[in-house]
């Protein structure tokens, strides 16, 4: 793939953990970490999108729904998510 040539300001840590990755250049590491970053904003993106269209198809979550899957996922978090159900 094609390079392009970028100046970037980081934070000394970020810039710190960049280095100490051994093996591989920091702009190697770098490209990974923000191809992984942009891929992870563009899934939140579609979500949020599916989301708004499942609110605007069934109307927005109730009260009590966004508390029954409040508690779901922090029963899934625990690993016991055979104990909660999402009535």
């Known amino acids: 793939m094609t390079k392009r040539r970028v100046t970037l300001s980081l934070d000394q840590d970020v810039a710190e953990a960049l ?3 051994s093996g591989r250049s920091m702009s190697a590491v770098a490209n990974d970490a923000l191809r ?3 891929a992870a ?3 939140r993106v579609a979500l949020r999108e599916w989301l708004d269209e499942l609110d605007e198809k ?3 979550p109730s009260p009590e729904q966004f508390a029954a899957a409040d508690a779901l996922l922090e029963a899934v978090q625990r690993g016991d998510a055979g ?3 999402a009535a």
């Open 19 to 21: 280095e100490a990755v």
């Open 36 to 38: 992984d970053a942009l």
């Open 41 to 43: 904003e563009a899934h």
């Open 58 to 60: 069934y109307g927005a």
């Open 83 to 85: 104990g909660t159900s």
